[in-house]
């Protein structure tokens, strides 16, 4: 059973930066990919960005390339998402989850281990 813990969000002003931290319970499979995804309220869940567990490739939402950056430490079994430049609507709740389909996967029902989220709050 993977469990996957979210950390790192919080209220920030408008411009500033976020690094979330997504620990997972234990070690990958090397073909797994993990990915984050965001939901604001009445909102759907929206992909964020994807990296692959064992070869680090990343793919993002179109929207957000050049702000977030994901990244992996695979000996402390976890995944980063560094936000920059934040705006009032990146605020959400923000899960990382993990999938055995390939690193552009988009849709959140192909996920199968979900974090509980982390809430994240932008001022203006």
């Known amino acids: 059973q993977v469990q996957l813990v979210e950390s790192g969000g919080g209220l920030v002003q408008a411009g500033g930066s976020l690094n979330l931290s997504c620990a997972a319970s234990?070690?990958?499979?090397?073909?797994?990919?993990m990915g984050w995804f965001r939901q604001a309220p009445g909102k759907e869940r929206v992909f964020v960005a994807t990296?692959?567990?064992?070869?680090?490739?990343?793919y993002y939402a179109d929207s957000l390339k050049g702000r977030f950056t994901v990244s992996r430490d695979n000996a402390k079994n976890t995944v980063y998402l560094q936000m920059n430049s934040l705006k009032p609507e990146d605020a959400a709740v923000y899960y990382c989850a993990r999938t055995e389909r390939g690193g552009q996967t988009t849709a959140a029902s192909a996920y199968d281990y979900w974090g509980q989220g982390t809430q994240v709050t932008v001022s203006s």
């Open positions: 990296i692959g567990w064992s070869t680090g490739n990343t």
């Open positions: 234990i070690r990958m499979f090397r073909s797994s990919t």
